[in-house]
DNA sequence: GTCTATATAATGATAGAC
DNA sequence: GTCTATCATTATATAGAC
């Protein structure tokens, strides 16, 4: 294993005011959303609200060193999962391991609720990345090519972080908060794999219906015909 | 057609203070959020923000007053829809009129995204809906049965505002406010068909791992075995 | 009923002692 | 560097004139 330290404690000792003021926010805006106050983060972390701000200098400032942080340490997790292949075993085995990042991906979540800038940053580069990893699944053969790829890429990624939101509004999910990760992983696996498998419209007249009602892509660019076209 | 007045003005002539006012709070809060001002609002429906706390009383008030509008206008939305027959042709003809609905989708989806109790009302109430829908497809032949129904019709439900909330956040989405809802539905259907038609994945052999993972499904309560079961 | 003016509470941010 | 105490702003909400 790469990494067995959870992301969220680079020093299980000690850490610096920084680096624990830093994990207080990741924690408290992905949980209660940006709005949380300053003096909240501050009692979190073990410091006066004045220290917050002497060390990041704003509020909008410590927001953009979480972001920083959490986008880094994204970008590194998702590196380590894919140097395994892509094997069911080896994707069932990471899913035991998603818990440690589920301050991270909450707060993710919370910022593309939230919407702005920062979001919209999260989210182009998430969807550039599944886009490489889904045209390599399609040369494989493992994947069903799409007529409009980076679309579908921007679905799939609405889809997992939507069925994040709703799972999170379920009844009785506000009672336990420390519980959320694994377990939204879990109820949404199945109906994602089985829609991914199995498909949902027994036939495809909806879906040729559309392609008649608008025959090319309404992308803004370029792709209007893919190469898979066979009639 | 059933309706053709737009549902956010009830009366083109005149509004009452409270309608005026209610529509433009639906109107902003679907835009901006609900940490939005009462000034705002009020500016909007060209009143005082006093009228505004005078007419309704507090401002979670007028979001409940705006929820409770949403939620029946929506409902008695669906059950015109749901009077045509599921055919493509009609499918496509209730698209062209989804932007009469912009507003209300916006508030529902700042709803949910804002979390709390109002969106889970909300939540609960359309995937119960969906849940319906379904069984009937399921039932018809047109769509294909799924291992945990309610999970499924979660997740679908996810995916829609996922995608949504997503589109919203695409490059160069913040300049044209009024745009949205409809463009949003052209460059999300695209993949929604191709995926519910054409799948994702070429083989089973993810689902199946997962099946073996867990073989039953992951659910609280009950619902083992719906009674559409035929085997 | 609608307004102007104000009360009250909470926020982000700053000053200055230690 | 960290704290207590405070400022300035903004929010909801209220009082009272017209």
Redesign the interface.
């Known amino acids: 294993m790469v990494n067995m330290r959870s992301p969220m404690a680079p020093e299980p000792h000690e850490l610096s005011t920084r680096a624990r003021i830093r994990a207080a926010a990741i924690e408290r805006f992905g949980r209660d959303?940006f709005?949380v106050g300053v003096r909240q983060i501050a009692d979190d972390a073990g410091v006066s609200a004045a220290s917050v701000m002497k060390v990041f200098g704003s509020k909008e400032a410590l927001r953009v060193a979480c972001d920083a942080y959490v986008f880094r340490t994204v970008r590194e997790a998702k590196r380590d999962v894919l140097v395994e292949p892509g094997a069911?075993?080896a994707?069932?085995g990471q899913l035991a391991r998603i818990d440690e990042y589920r301050p991270l991906v909450g707060y993710v979540l919370r910022s593309?609720?939230?919407?702005g800038p920062h979001?919209?940053e999260f989210?182009?580069h998430m969807v550039a990345d599944a886009l490489e990893y889904i045209a390599d699944g399609v040369a494989a053969?493992?994947?069903?090519p799409?007529?409009?790829e980076e679309?579908?890429a921007?679905?799939?990624?609405?889809?997992?972080?939507?069925?994040?939101?709703?799972?999170?509004?379920?009844?009785g999910a506000a009672a336990d908060p420390g519980e959320r990760m694994l377990g939204a992983i879990?109820?949404?696996?199945?109906?994602?794999?089985?829609?991914?498998?199995?498909?949902?419209?027994?036939?495809?007249?909806?879906?040729?219906?559309?392609l008649e009602?608008?025959p090319d892509?309404?992308?803004e660019g370029d792709t209007p015909e893919p190469s898979l076209h066979s009639d």
């Not at 053969?141 to 069903?144: K, L, M």
């Not at 921007?154 to 009844?171: K, Q």
């Not at 109906?191 to 036939?203: K, V």
């Open positions: 959303g709005a069911p075993g994707f069932l593309i609720q939230d919407g979001a919209a989210v182009d053969g493992t994947i069903v799409s007529r409009d679309a579908r921007r679905y799939l990624m609405g889809a997992v972080f939507g069925a994040l939101m709703l799972d999170a509004l379920r009844p879990e109820r949404t696996a199945l109906p994602a794999l089985e829609l991914m498998s199995e498909g949902f419209l027994t036939d495809r007249s909806m879906l040729d219906a559309y009602y608008v892509p309404p992308v």
